[in-house]
């Protein structure tokens, strides 16, 4: 079965071997007798996929005890609140402090805003004039020796991956190393969970919505380092307080049950794939590969700051827009689906998660080559 190829931000591709598998469990799980989303989620089908799954999850990314592996409703946006909700109250204080690389960061500060005293430890929202070249706002990421961090603040937030800007974080930084080594650090993973290690002994919490690198929409995956739970806010609401989620085995309340199934096999073709240490080596290759053909070309560029290009979502810019609208129709024609940039960015972008093969990439090169030769 020939699929195009599809660049969407997310939801986005899932690999096809899951989807067809999916598919011939439909209606009998198993010799259940039951598809997943008829089970209950007490029984013990459902149970052991549910724990399955957190063993594979927790195989994969070598996720230490001290840590909970939770999973929730809400999506991404939802722990825009269930974050300040459950750890802002901790010491008392009610301060946190955000980092701000691009579209999500910004939507996470605004939300925390409702909950206490935030307070913003680095803005990439200014441009950047550096080594005789311009960047504009969201295309950079401020150095971690500049951040001003508040050694009381409960937390710091950051988006490890900017999924609409292209910017990703090279790696998570260490707050010791800056001077706050109190303060835990919030990660939002949602759009490069599972495509590289995740350096817990730097990380408070980390969060993300499945759809785009971990499964479909509807399962939040959290990681919550132990002493973090038992904080919430009085007005947390209790299916979003991490102590209840973690004491029910995140069965608190019905999990998102199917949404959960298809992240179990996803986890599973993962380990097949060879885990983390084969999706970093891809994603690497992948996107180093598309920046290469974006920097050499006459027809396109991508503008963000040579450290901290994203290996997942790569935006790109036609030098000349009039071609947009044909760009997309004939890529669309050609296969190559949802190239379509964000609307506050504009242009292009394509989205190359872990289940994005490398020709996927090779395709889409050959699309732009050919384009440029008839268009350029
Ligand atoms: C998509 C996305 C979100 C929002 O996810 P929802 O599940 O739609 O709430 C948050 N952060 C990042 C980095 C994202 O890519």
Partial sequence: MKRPWNFAAGPS????EVLQQAAAEMSDWEGSGMSVMEMSHRGRHYSR?????????????????????????????GHNAIVPMN????????????????????????????????SVAANAETPLDTDGRHYEAWTWIPSP???????????????????VGGVEFPELPDLAAVGAPEVPLVADISSNILSQPIDFTRVGVAYGGAQKNAGSAGVTLAFVRKDLLGHALPICPSVFDYANVAGAQSMFNTPPTYA???????????????????????SRRKSSTLYDYLDQSDLYANHIHPSCRSRMNVPFVLRN?????????????????SLKGHKSV?????????????????ALIAFMRDFERRHG
């Fill in 145 to 163: 020796d500049q951040w001003r961090v508040r050694s009381d603040a409960a937390y710091l937030h950051l988006c490890a991956n900017e999924t």
């Fill in 87 to 118: 750890l802002i109250g901790r010491n008392g204080r009610n301060r946190a402090d955000y980092v701000l690389t691009g579209h999500w960061s910004r939507k996470s500060y605004n939300e925390a805003g409702r909950y206490g005293d935030i």
């Fill in 13 to 16: 591709t899932l690999p096809l």
């Fill in 346 to 362: 504009g242009g292009m972008r394509a989205s190359i998660y872990n289940a994005m093969p490398f020709e996927g990439v090779q």
């Fill in 321 to 337: 827009e009039a071609l947009n609208a044909v760009f997309l129709m004939e890529s669309e024609a050609a296969g190559l689906l």
């Fill in 260 to 282: 959960l199934y298809i992240s179990g096999l996803i986890f599973k073709w993962l380990i097949r794939q060879g885990g983390v240490a084969a999706m970093q080596a891809a």
């Fill in 49 to 77: 996929i549910r724990d399955e799954a957190e063993a594979d999850l927790r195989s994969l990314l070598r996720v230490p005890d001290e840590f909970e592996v939770l999973f929730m409703h809400g999506g991404g946006s």
